[in-house]
């Protein structure tokens, strides 16, 4: 078996192919909701070569995404060059796992995929943090049921919000400061980006463990998640391999275990 994986959030999108062991290629292009299914294949064929592969190898596809306007051509992509019809999060896939809240359909691909993949790899109950274009919260059940969870602006926007809204605040990079107290403008701006993001973190992991009747293991992923790495002892695990996993055992149950 030979895996194309595609998990496609509101700013990048990758692709990742599973030899039926491990991961043996990985590739990320910027979210386009107008690229073409022959737009991909002319990219992707291209990073493939490269990695000694080709789109005849590649029998199984499995896509997440939460631009729905995408979806059509990422169906397509596989349709089309690599003759199989895809499992697709949220249409044709069957997750295994209990959606506990008021509208399940409302539920993120991406959030359920995540669940999967941390419940697979850690002891429940968990709380998983996802940094993305949005920083979300989920509760995972002791039984890996979705119970819901929390979703606040990403770090990245908050960022570009406050560049674009104040005309004498400049556009920064987001890192780590030494002190919270800036000495200068950009200082200032970088430590209420980080530290104000680390006790948002703080005080949601909290509030959300003081409604919880069992202790929560706290699981981080996503493309900005390094960027907390050892600024707080909330978070037990970094994971950036969160969302891959949960969609190869997705996969897996959907193929009878193959």
């Known amino acids: 078996m030979m895996l194309l994986a595609i998990e496609q959030g509101n700013t990048n999108t990758l692709f990742a192919v599973h030899d039926g062991q ?40 499995i896509i997440s995404s939460v631009v729905p ?35 399940p359909s409302e539920a993120g691909a991406d959030r359920l995929v995540n ?16 940094s993305g274009t949005a920083t979300t919260f989920d509760v995972i059940g002791a039984d890996g049921g979705f119970e819901g969870g929390v979703i606040a602006p990403g ?9 674009a809204a104040a005309a004498k605040l400049p556009r920064v990079a987001i890192q780590k400061p030494q002190r919270v107290i800036g000495k200068d403008t950009v200082g200032a701006m970088q430590s209420g980006v980080f530290w104000g993001y680390i006790a948002l973190i703080e005080g949601l992991i909290g509030r959300i463990k003081s409604e919880w009747p069992q202790p ?12 907390f790495h050892g600024a707080s002892l909330a978070i037990d695990h970094f994971d950036p391999d969160l969302t891959i996993r949960g969609l190869l055992e997705i996969h897996r149950r959907n193929s009878g275990g193959a």
């Open 22 to 61: 491990t991961w043996i290629a990985q590739w990320r292009a910027a979210t386009d909701s107008t690229r073409t299914a022959d737009e991909y294949a002319v990219w992707l064929s291209q990073l493939l070569h490269m990695a000694g592969l080709q789109f005849g190898v590649l029998d199984a596809c």
């Open 69 to 103: 306007q995408s979806i059509f051509n990422l169906r397509n992509l596989a349709r089309r060059y690599l003759h199989v019809e895809p499992l697709v999060i949220g249409e044709n896939a069957e997750l295994g796992i209990a959606v506990r809240i008021d509208k």
């Open 115 to 130: 669940a999967i993949g941390a419940h697979i790899m850690y002891e429940g109950p968990l709380i998983v943090i996802d």
């Open 155 to 163: 770090i990245n926007l908050s960022m570009e919000a406050l560049h």
């Open 216 to 227: 929560l293991t706290v699981i981080a992923t996503g493309g900005v998640a390094s960027l």
